[in-house]
């Protein structure tokens, strides 16, 4: 059994880390409740980042986090959500220029990267995932909408494997083996940036049972 966690919008915390320059990046909150999170549990986490915001963009990273980032590749990674969070970015070259300049910061940052993407508002053009998947993106988190899966808790669209995601951590009032689906082969769970610090509780409590039933975090 498999467990993906993953937070989406990242941005806030990147900003910060050009912006502010602290000395290392787990002196940041999410970044440092991450690692121990890691630590304490054996838990992996994905983040999914946007390329840019009104005031900044993630190229501004400056290199001297690529050993921290290189050193936490094996539980930290890192993939491309969106070129900006106002709305689903549906112009194509917008769309393959705020995936390049994603791309190129985290090669050049030498993080983690992940094949498995969650796109900003879940939404992409059958062009977009062709052009995804000709940048080696093999699945795709997908919403949890019946009507999407016939079969099962997959599909495959354009080449690529779309996952349904059913554990979404703001929405959820309870955190029970129940809810958190413990006993499904494969569970896919998300927060996003912004409510991060509020679920911090929620998330680890899910991360424990998780574990006592034995999930591998991928």
């Not at 349904?164 to 083996?177: D, G, N, Q, Y």
Request: hydrophobic share 35%; glycine share 6%.
């Amino acid at each position: 059994m498999i467990v993906h966690i993953s937070i989406d919008d990242v941005i806030y915390s990147l900003r910060y880390l050009a912006q502010n320059r602290p000395d290392s990046v787990f002196d940041m909150r999410l970044f440092g409740k991450l690692r121990y999170l890691y630590e304490t549990y054996g838990a992996k986490f994905t983040l999914y980042a946007f390329a840019m915001s009104s005031d900044f963009l993630i190229s501004e990273i400056p290199c001297e986090y690529a050993v921290e980032f290189a050193e936490s590749k094996d539980w930290l990674r890192f993939g491309y959500h969106g070129k900006c969070g106002a709305t689903a970015f549906r112009d194509e070259c917008g769309f393959r220029q705020g995936y390049r300049l994603v791309d190129d910061t985290l090669s050049r940052l030498n993080t983690g990267k992940t094949d498995v993407l969650r796109l900003h508002s879940w939404y992409a053009t059958s062009e977009q995932k062709q052009y995804l998947y000709e940048n080696g993106v093999t699945q795709l988190l997908f919403p949890d909408i019946d009507e999407l899966y016939e079969n099962g808790e997959s599909f495959t669209e354009d080449g690529i494997l779309h996952h349904r995601t059913r554990v979404w951590f703001e929405k959820m009032s309870l955190m029970t083996a129940d809810t958190l689906l413990v006993g499904k082969e494969n569970v896919y769970a998300f927060t996003h940036e912004k409510h991060f610090e509020g679920q911090t509780d929620n998330i680890e409590k899910a991360i424990a049972l998780y574990k006592q039933a034995d999930y591998l975090f991928i």
